[in-house]
């Protein structure tokens, strides 16, 4: 049987809420039957895994993986994520260091077949790390079927967590937010800036986001906005201006 998440309230009130009770409401949706089914077969066959081609011709497999970052929808599309985890991400001409989108690039790179001799699926770990980032992708996808706000708040604490910790530059983190689409949607409505920015020039979009934070935030710095406190606010402005 599947569990629903209960988001009985809206806005800033229902983040409150949904931040009260995540942990009880996480721990149960991960032990509902099609999440544990996914993760159980994905931890009983993950190491068999040696090649992209092995994981895209498992579609049980496959579901897991592209849900852990939050692609889903490209389960069809498997030439397309074949191509994405053979190119790696060494090479600055690879295919998923030339999409937008930033999380097909942490997708390869986790995984590894492009960028290691060996993959990872079969080191010790690596199963229970997809499986979490799944756990936690699936129930804020849950979250969102009721209110897209609060899924796409759910997202901020670990995407920004790992957007600061794998990016030494300044810039390369504001390319980052920029690339991720649902922490660039908290951050733009979050700095008050319009969908139309996405027009602009990369390089000015950067400095837009960079300039309207430390306006708005107090920091353009993104380490110094990677805290509790600084990602409340966050969220707050975000809840407070979507409605």
Known sequence: MSFQPVVPLTGYTGWKFLER??????????????ISRATDYFAQNIAKVQTAADLVNDRQLLTVALGAFGLDEDINNRFFIREIL??????????????????YA????????????????????FASEIIQRYEEQQFAKAVGAQNNDLRLALNLNEGLDKIVTQNSTQAGQWFSVMGNPPLRSVFETA????KSIAAVDIDQQRE???????????????SDLNTPEMQEKIIRLFMVRSE
């Open 86 to 103: 053979e190119g790696g991400t060494i090479a600055d001409d690879a295919l998923a260091n030339r999409l937008s989108d930033s999380r």
């Open 21 to 34: 009770t995540l942990e009880k409401q996480q721990a149960a949706f991960s032990e509902s039957q099609p």
């Open 191 to 194: 700095l008050g800036l319009p």
């Open 208 to 222: 837009i986001f960079q300039e309207r934070a430390g306006s708005v935030l107090g920091s353009e710095n993104l």
């Open 106 to 125: 942490e997708f390869s790179k986790s995984f590894g077949f492009g960028d290691l001799p060996i993959s990872r699926t079969g080191q010790s770990g």
